[in-house]
């Protein structure tokens, strides 16, 4: 069976849980934390999928994943650490990840949510925020959904940003501007020619 269907079916039972309990936001924020922790630390994964590490182990690893706490006793909702034990009961440890951006997908479709990611080349200032509350206001009023905007900051932009929005990309930066006008130049002189 395909893999993606069956992390989609363990991501909609989540999904159907935290419905019932009424903490999704918690959820979706400890998933995003467990996402984060496997995609920094190789070593994870690997110990997830060690059939010599006990299952109460795994648990254990994840829910410190989830939370952040190396204390005694991390406390990781319980929807999520029920989620964890299903999976490993049933074998499907190894598509945790896949489940979990399918859980988040999916919480956030039903909640009409829809996400975003705005490239700066500098750190936000009072521009940016006006920046970000005008481009919210408009995809909201667009789209009819709450965006949810992540600023980030990459330096090799010379200027203007990028916005990706779903599976959209607006490039609005100085380079691509400039690299359109550059095309037009060449096509120009082509003509010329």
């Known amino acids: ?75 990781a909702s319980p929807e999520l650490k029920r989620f964890f034990e299903l999976l490993i009961r049933n074998g499907r440890i190894g598509d945790i990840s896949l489940a979990l951006k399918s859980f988040e997908d999916q919480y956030c479709q039903a909640r009409g949510i829809v996400r975003g990611r705005l490239v700066l080349p500098s750190e936000p200032d009072d521009a940016a925020s006006v920046l970000e509350n005008k481009i919210r206001s408009l995809i909201e009023s667009k789209t009819g959904k709450t965006l949810q905007l992540t600023t980030e900051v990459d330096e090799t932009l010379i200027g203007g940003f990028v916005l990706e929005v779903e599976d959209k990309l607006l490039d609005a930066s100085v380079s691509r501007q400039l690299e359109r006008i550059r095309s037009q130049f060449v096509e120009r002189n082509r003509r010329i020619v």
């Open 1 to 75: 069976m395909n893999t993606g269907i069956i992390a989609s079916r363990y991501a909609a039972a989540l999904l159907k849980l935290v419905d019932e309990t009424g903490s999704g936001e918690v959820v979706v924020s400890q998933a995003k934390a467990v996402i984060a922790a496997l995609t920094s630390f190789p070593d994870l994964r690997r110990l997830l999928s060690d059939p010599s590490v006990p299952d109460s182990k795994k648990i254990s690893l994840l829910e410190v994943a989830a939370t952040g706490d190396q204390s005694a006793a991390p406390a």
